[in-house]
């Protein structure tokens, strides 16, 4: 786990500001505000309907609020130009869904590289190899489709997508929800490993507080549209201060047997 | 006596073998996990028992033994469910046509099931259509309508994944309720072993078709015989228990709250 840079007084990475979010007239998140240090993790924990992933999706600048703002190092987020799409990067729930099925590994990542202009076109090819390197994967899924890779892979596949883009920030939707357990992990483990040696900011989304707990040093608790709670992690996994919080605990699945210490 | 009781069980699909062999008795009134991966053969393992094999799926060799009628719960309980018909209608029906009930009795029945599986206001609920209840009472419902036709045996396939975890933490303990006031025979498959380790005294870990392990819970977890159950367990991540648990928690998750997915 990374250390939080809460203590310093500088501007924050990201900020959410008093925002409020209607899909037609129902309002499903009300005034919602918390701020995000650079280099650090914040997870948003909330069961389904709390307005977590809506949350994800206005920071993506997919959604549009009705009221509020987003701040990425204190300047309000409008229309989103090239550099802002850039700056903000998402990785889905859903690899699969989230890449597109008729080009090659190679093919996607060459094409954001050329876009955005982030190499001389000579390097893109080294430029993809390393990213491969970056995620752990061997420079032979370059060529491979979508469909010939495992879940685990795709989802590292779009991880390095996100970080083609040297993104200011990392949002990450329920990263590992559609994975094998087994699999989670060694995810999970590679977003930790890269936020530390990159010194990633990211916002990290998810129902688990097994995954919370793995990669955060804060963590914002949502219910129904609002906070019920922003802790650090360590105080939060010591003694939560909402009930809510202590319910959301209590409910995890916990290998039943094994040493509470472990 | 054993409720199933699997001997040699193959299971082919069109690309070849899928399942090779496998021996596993469950007694009666066991609650038994069946952890594996996707592609481990746990979920055909499991329909197999019930006939429900994929199209193109089918066994080809050993026998499966059942003694007690049989009930299923599935991952998704709206596809489990006919969304054009109420849910009162499911449960009612299968009283009817496999329990031969007169309508009232059926319907007097139908409510008595949904008091038992922990749904609000049963006697209306009977009118609801799936759409509009909340994934937790869909399994709620999907788990009364197992209920209906009175089984021994409840094979449960992934029965809380798609549910929230306050949700799955009282499905799971409406399982051990079921199993212990009725006696059922569970059998309970995941690729969550922490899971697996609220419900089920005895699990078996398959891999690629085989089981590797198989034993008490609690022996398998703290003691792991196989390599494959080793890395399984190191898998599953720690949630630290609270110091100082708050006192109202549990009168807390009851308050009224938006239901429904806004993803």
């Known amino acids: 786990m990374s250390t939080a840079s809460q203590s310093r007084t500088s501007i924050p990475r990201l900020e959410v500001r008093g925002l409020q979010v209607s899909y037609g007239a129902t309002r499903v998140v009300h005034g919602v505000s918390f701020a995000v240090q650079a280099g650090s993790v914040v997870g948003v924990v909330g069961e389904s309907g709390s307005g977590k992933t809506t949350i994800a999706r206005v920071i993506a600048g997919e959604l549009e609020p009705s009221a509020g703002a987003v701040l990425l190092d204190g300047h309000a987020l409008g229309p989103r130009t090239r550099e802002l799409r850039r700056a903000i990067q998402v990785v889905y729930q859903d690899p699969f869904s989230s890449l597109n099925p008729r080009m090659t590994v190679v093919q996607v990542l060459a094409e954001l590289l050329r876009v955005h202009k982030i190499v001389p076109r000579a390097q893109i090819r080294g430029r993809c190899a390393e990213l491969m390197d970056l995620v752990r994967l061997p420079a032979s899924v370059l060529d491979a489709y979508p469909r010939q890779l495992s879940g685990g892979q795709r989802q590292r596949v779009a991880i390095a997508r996100a970080l083609a883009l040297g993104p200011r920030i990392l949002v990450a939707d329920e990263p590992t929800s559609a994975l094998d357990v087994s699999v989670q992990r060694t995810v999970l483990d590679l977003l930790a490993d890269l936020q530390r040696t990159l010194g990633l900011t990211i916002v990290l989304i998810s129902h688990d507080l097994a995954v919370i707990h793995r990669l955060c040093d804060r963590v914002v608790v949502m219910r129904a549209g609002e906070i019920v709670e922003d802790s650090g992690a360590q105080e939060f996994f010591a003694a939560p201060r909402s009930p809510y919080s202590q319910a959301l605990l209590d409910a995890a699945p916990r290998l039943a047997g094994r040493p509470a210490d472990l | ?263």
Request: charged letters at 20%; proline letters at 6%; hydrophobic letters at 40%.
């Open chain 2, 1 to 263: 006596m054993s409720a199933i009781e699997l001997a040699g069980l193959s299971i082919e699909g069109p690309r070849g073998p899928l399942v090779h062999g496998i021996d596993l008795s469950v007694e009666a009134g066991e609650a038994i996990g069946i952890v594996g991966e996707s592609g481990s053969g746990k979920s055909l393992t499991l329909r197999s028992i019930i006939g429900l094999l994929p199209r193109g799926v089918r066994v080809s060799a050993g026998q499966v033994t059942t003694s007690g009628r049989l009930g299923m719960i599935f991952q998704d309980p709206l596809s489990a469910l006919d969304p054009l018909t109420t849910v009162g209608k499911h449960v009612i029906e299968i009283c009817r046509h496999v329990r031969g009930m007169s309508r009232a009795a059926a319907r007097a029945r139908a409510v008595e099931l949904f008091t038992e599986v922990g749904l609000p206001d049963p006697e209306a609920k009977l009118r609801s259509y799936p759409h509009q209840l909340s994934g937790g009472q869909r399994q709620r419902v999907v788990l009364a309508v197992a209920l209906a036709a009175e089984p021994e045996i409840l094979l449960c396939d992934e029965p809380t994944t798609a549910l929230d975890v306050t949700v799955q933490a009282q499905v799971l303990a409406l399982i051990e309720t079921l199993r212990r006031e009725r006696g059922l025979t569970v059998v309970f498959v995941s690729h969550d072993l922490a899971v697996i380790s609220q419900v089920c005294s005895t699990v078996a870990v398959m891999q690629a078709g085989r089981i590797v392990e198989r034993g008490p819970t609690a022996e398998v977890v703290t003691e792991p015989r196989h390599p494959y159950t080793r890395s399984l367990i190191d898998a599953v991540l720690e949630v630290p228990r609270p110091d100082a648990p708050a006192s109202d928690a549990a009168a807390d998750l009851n308050a009224p709250r938006t239901e429904g997915d806004v993803r």
